[in-house]
């Protein structure tokens, strides 16, 4: 009893336990075989206390153990509360109608991805798996107006989507490739493809895992190949 005279109570647990031993209001007695229900009832019943490593489990009387953990999905029982608001009834084995008992499931898409980047990253950024990764490849164009890598760089998106590939493409002008390469390492797409005078000149485009640090030059017939290998 606090000092506003309202009785609260810890621990749920005490809906299913019996005969307690409580406070008499008068030191230093106790009465014994109390049990909530017949010999006393409480203004609030709720847990207020946080479960922590080594605290008792309440169902199998184990040890608990704390660990880290984001919550990705919920399941609630709704029973019949909103299928009485509805009259929602099904037929019994005897043919009489019975109220719907609800359950509500839900995963939380947003929260999928949150641990995906909490378990997939670096110092520079996402690092997507390849398996739930929103595109396959981050396409980059690095050159100036008048080069000709632009043309081949969207040649390239053209032939890569019509293949299925998944495309990125960071067309934007007037930026550098540190820039440009900063920003793919921050999004985290598994393959980075550049399309540059240099990489030309060598005979294909640069190629370079998110999770890998080299980087190779391919020839753009190989190149389909190679992503979906």
């Known amino acids: 009893m606090?000092?506003?005279?309202?009785?609260?109570?810890?621990?749920?647990?005490?809906e299913h336990g019996g005969n307690y031993v409580v406070g008499a209001n008068e030191e230093p007695y106790h009465f014994t075989g109390a049990n909530f229900g017949r010999d006393f009832t409480v203004s609030k019943l709720a847990d207020i206390a946080e479960a922590a490593t080594g605290h008792r489990c309440a169902v199998c009387g184990g040890r608990l153990e704390a660990k880290k953990a984001i919550?990705?999905?919920?399941?609630?029982?709704?029973?019949?509360?909103?299928?009485?608001?509805?009259?929602?009834?099904?037929l019994d084995e005897n043919g009489q109608p019975q109220l719907i008992y609800?359950?509500?499931?839900?995963?939380?898409?947003?929260?999928?991805?949150?641990?995906a980047v909490e378990l997939h990253h670096d110092k520079d950024g996402i690092v997507w798996p390849d398996s739930i990764a929103p595109y396959r490849v981050h396409l980059v164009h690095v050159g100036k107006e008048g080069d000709?890598?632009?043309?081949?760089?969207?040649a390239l998106?053209?032939?890569?989507?019509?293949?299925?590939?998944?495309?990125?493409y960071d067309d934007?002008?007037?930026?550098?490739?540190?820039?440009?390469?900063?920003?793919?390492?921050?999004?985290g797409i598994p393959w980075r493809v550049t399309v540059s005078v240099r990489s030309l000149e060598a005979g294909g485009v640069e190629v370079k895992r998110r999770n890998e640090s080299e980087r190779r030059v391919v020839a753009v017939d190989e190149l389909t190949g190679l992503?979906?290998?």
Do not use: P, Q, W
């Not at 606090?2 to 005490?14: L, Q, R, Y």
């Not at 990705?72 to 019949?80: A, I």
């Not at 998106?157 to 990125?168: Q, R």
């Open 227 to 229: 992503l979906n290998g």
């Open 102 to 115: 609800m359950g509500s499931y839900g995963i939380g898409l947003d929260r999928l991805m949150a641990v």
């Open 157 to 168: 998106y053209s032939k890569l989507t019509a293949a299925g590939v998944e495309v990125l």
């Open 148 to 154: 000709g890598t632009k043309a081949r760089a969207e």
């Open 172 to 187: 934007r002008d007037g930026l550098g490739a540190g820039v440009k390469f900063k920003d793919a390492d921050l999004i």
């Open 71 to 90: 919550e990705v999905g919920h399941c609630f029982k709704l029973g019949t509360r909103y299928s009485a608001a509805v009259n929602a009834t099904y």
């Open 2 to 14: 606090n000092s506003a005279g309202v009785m609260v109570v810890a621990d749920t647990s005490i």
